[in-house]
């Protein structure tokens, strides 16, 4: 997808404008919903990329065995719904949306951190043991760790 801002702008309006007549987007115009959605995901994948250091040092911390799993799953989880609530923020917010600007070196890194996330869970309903979260921190950490300086 290429990033077109005035495009995302006016997406956001027609869905505020929906939202205030008691409609939404998604049932009066599913492709503009689709679209919104599109670049709803490039935001998210930003705003937890300006984020990143925080995640990798609390993922550092887990897997050099600083913090506990316990003490992991309680700061990432803070950390991320932080995250997650300045992302609800920012997808309404034409001010944020007029300076916002994707990088490429973001993508798939809140897929990753959501995926993390998600485990918690299944950890909780011994669908995966507390290795396999381990196990997929570091291969996130891994992955991206290269990346972690860069503005």
């Keep these: 997808m290429t990033y077109n801002k005035e495009r995302h702008k006016q997406l956001v309006i027609r869905s505020q404008d929906l939202k205030?007549?008691?409609?939404?987007?998604?049932?009066?115009n599913p492709e503009e919903y689709s679209e919104l959605l599109d670049y709803n995901i490039a935001v998210e994948e930003q705003v937890f990329w300006t984020h990143r250091?925080?995640?990798?040092?609390?993922?550092?911390?887990f897997l050099n065995n600083i913090i506990n799993f316990d003490e992991f799953e309680t700061a990432f989880t803070l950390l991320y719904k932080k995250t997650r609530e300045e992302f609800d923020m920012f997808v309404i917010?034409?001010?944020?949306?007029?300076?916002?600007?994707?990088?490429?070196?973001?993508?798939?890194?809140?897929?990753?951190?959501?995926?993390?996330?998600?485990e918690f869970e299944e950890v909780e309903d011994e669908y995966c043991t507390k290795q396999e979260v381990k196990d997929s921190v570091e291969k996130v950490y891994l992955k991206f760790q290269n990346f972690l300086n860069e503005e």
């Design 53 to 61: 250091r925080e995640f990798f040092l609390v993922m550092k911390n």
């Design 93 to 118: 917010d034409l001010k944020q949306i007029e300076k916002f600007q994707p990088s490429r070196r973001s993508d798939r890194f809140a897929s990753f951190i959501n995926a993390i996330f998600r």
């Design 20 to 28: 205030n007549q008691g409609k939404i987007l998604f049932r009066e």
